[in-house]
């Protein structure tokens, strides 16, 4: 006897064996095991980061110093100050302050990073060079990036003294150490003289994994020195090139040892939002302090948020995607008819 099916489905809750419910628990288990393995590292990052970030956002609610409470009597210690701490940053009269500050920190990120990915990118081009002595010219390129920050502030605060390498080389005296524009460009020269390796050092990874034979066939196909690097080295160098560029911002967002050590601290040409902070903590005015740090770190987050999303480096919104399109894309099985034979 023959029995012919159709391919009619089972009825509910008899889903055949690799159905998109079986799929669906693949899916759901996954994840699971996922969130399990990440659970450590996860609890470790709360700790470490999430914790500091509570605490100091809470520091920056209390102020210190003596007062009056409700009957007329002196309090001292802590008190609740609410969102004082941070009117009194915007509109009270350390205002001016905040923003010659902010004005600062953003000024040497700009200069900073641009000056850096240019510098960077050309020794990454010239490190990826087979020629004699190549060796020699990466360590030596990759030396100042060695270099601690504060004995790099040291060395370029001796080469912008008023008797310095700096104004005998250019034959006119500056004041390069003074307050005023010359100490900024004293810190951009310094810090783009020390990090630009760093950018250098990650492109050149980048132009490692590119293969060569797409360098040979747009040379056969005639594209010159300039149209190779357009077309094919920055593009494919572009997921290194933007982690390096990030990474850069954000320290450059949080720098204080370089300006501190070549030009000093309170000097308004150069103070940044970190050094900011740390002096009102050094006056234990700890409210305060907190209230600085926790406006750097909504504008570093802020400013990371932007990169990421502006320049299309979101990773985990790309994998979303690329699932989404993976799926839609599965072949959609139509019904068979089988032959049973008893």
Avoid: C
Wanted: glycine letters at 10%; charged letters at 15%.
């Amino acid at each position: 006897m023959t029995t012919t099916y159709d391919g009619t489905p089972p009825a509910a809750g008899t889903a055949a064996a690799g159905g998109p419910r079986s799929r669906g628990r693949d899916v759901q288990g996954t994840k699971r095991l996922a969130a399990l393995l990440l659970s450590p590292t996860l609890l470790v990052l709360a700790l470490v980061i999430g914790y500091p970030v509570l605490a100091g956002f809470r520091e920056s609610l209390y102020a210190r110093g003596e007062g009056l409470d409700a009957d007329g009597f002196v309090v001292q210690g802590d008190r609740f100050a609410g969102l004082d701490n941070y009117t009194a940053i915007f509109h009270g009269d350390r205002a001016g302050a905040f923003w010659n500050a902010f004005g600062n920190t953003t000024f040497f990120t700009v200069t900073t990073v641009v000056l850096e990915t240019v510098i960077g990118v050309g020794m990454a081009l010239i490190m990826q060079q087979a020629f004699r002595g190549r060796a020699f010219v990466r360590a030596s390129i990759l030396v100042p990036w060695a270099i601690p920050t504060a004995i790099s502030g040291l060395l370029w605060r001796w080469i912008f003294q008023a008797d310095g390498a700096a104004n005998a080389v250019l034959r006119h005296q500056i004041l390069w150490t003074a307050d005023g524009f010359p100490a900024k460009l004293a810190v951009v020269i310094a810090e783009v003289w020390k990090t630009s390796p760093f950018i250098g050092l990650l492109v050149l990874a980048g132009l490692q994994m590119i293969p060569r034979d797409v360098y040979e066939a747009a040379q056969v196909d005639g594209a010159g020195p300039l149209q190779r690097f357009w077309r094919i080295t920055l593009p494919l160098v572009r997921p290194a090139l933007l982690v390096a560029v990030l990474f850069r911002m954000l320290d450059v967002l949080r720098m204080f040892d370089l300006p501190a050590v070549l030009i000093g601290v309170n000097q308004r040409s150069v103070e940044t939002l970190t050094m900011i902070a740390w002096f009102e903590a050094s006056n234990l005015r700890y409210g305060s302090a907190a209230a600085y740090a926790t406006i750097l770190f909504l504008y570093i987050a802020l400013i990371a948020y932007l990169f990421v999303r502006l320049l299309g480096a979101d990773i985990i919104g790309e994998a979303r995607q690329q699932t989404k399109r993976t799926r839609g894309s599965r072949p959609v099985r139509g019904r068979r008819r089988k032959k049973v034979t008893a």
